[in-house]
């Protein structure tokens, strides 16, 4: 893993082996730095954060809402190229052409424009895992959240891991597959991505002129 982060080569490859911990430290270093020397207008950027577990299966299901991030139902297409980098067949791992994690990007995106929203690395979500899963949220409750401290069991501890990996075979990639990990484990095959929620088309102008108007 040292080399994995050391080395050049995998300069445009996912990152891995990061705690959901760090996951979340991460985004509030990347606001930090988008927000630094905006001043007063900083108060009108969205933060960045990990995407929740119903946030990530709508966006990785696509326009369509497919089973996987394409159309197809198969995971290669007719001249027998794969959509992902996964574990295909009964564990040949490189006959996808990969044999550990995968350029980024190097698949086609999805109709959202996302890519690698199946296999190449799991990917954290903000939601802690129950079994009841997305079943358990709704309009009112639309995230599980909850911040487990150092001294809690760790059955509280488990956090939602959404989209396969490179060692995961086909039925693990789908979007809606779900598992889970312990908030303070790494693994080789765990990685996250960053979030922003759609702004306010609200400008600070409209809002003093409203103001004016209530007047």
Known sequence: ?????SNP???DYPVVGVT???????CAWRTEYLLKGLGPEARYVQRYRLP???EWEYAARGKSGSEFPWEDKSVKSGDGCFFANFKPDRGNYTKDGNL???KVGIYQANSNGLFDMAGNVA?????IYTEAGVEAMNDLNPTLVYNAAKEDPY???KKSVRGGSWKDPESFIRSAWRTWEYQNQPRSYIGFRCVRSLATTSSAKEKVKGKKVKR
């Not at 959901?20 to 991460?26: H, K, M, S, Y």
């Not at 990917?123 to 939601?127: D, R, V």
């Open 1 to 5: 893993l040292r080399n994995y982060f």
């Open 9 to 11: 080569a995998y300069n």
């Open 20 to 26: 959901w911990e760090q996951a979340n430290a991460f």
């Open 52 to 54: 929740t577990e119903a």
């Open 100 to 102: 550990i994690t995968s």
């Open 123 to 127: 990917e954290w979500t903000s939601t």
């Open 155 to 157: 059955r509280l501890k």
